[in-house]
């Protein structure tokens, strides 16, 4: 008798078991995963991993206290020329998908665009005389996340909330640097690995 209660038991304990890891997987399938990833084939051979479930991100970030980063708030630095960025964003939101700003000179190629609601920057820098792979950027932010970085107060940019805007996204490829020795890669997905 006592043996079959201890093997009832163990049965037991092992469907509730199986069921907080159900449900653990389900609660994690629902959130939003921040990845990074760093490749330098230079050198070191040097390479990041970073992946990090936005939820966890929204709750740590406050904690944070550093130099120029404080509550999940980022100081500007620099000087913008007077320019309030607040209602240039609110202006370009608000047009239509167009190309805003192409600039060419010898060494870069820089676009800034809207499409689709995502602010689009890219950068292709030409390859000239030199013998390495020229540098490619690619940054594609929604405007949500865009607006919600903006909504901190004077000079700050509120990166706790452009994580919860994140939140409300699809998959969605924020970042790609490449050259010869160096690529990086930083998009918002529901996996919990990088690929």
Known sequence: MTRGLSVLRVRQLTLVVLLLAATAVAA??????????????????EMVRINVP??????VLPCVHAENFDGGKVKIQGNVNGVDLRQLVEAIRDAGDNEFVTVRDRHDDVRIAKAGGNLLIKVREKDGESKREPTT???????TVVQALLSAGKDELDVTAAIRALRTQGNTELVTVNDKTESVRIWVDSRSASE
Do not use: M, Q, T, Y
Request: hydrophobic share 40%; charged share 35%.
């Open 54 to 59: 936005l939820s966890l991100a929204e709750k």
């Open 137 to 143: 950027v690619d940054i594609k932010v929604p405007f």
């Open 28 to 45: 994690s399938a629902e959130d939003r995963w921040l990845h990074v990833k760093v490749d330098d084939s230079g050198g070191d051979n």
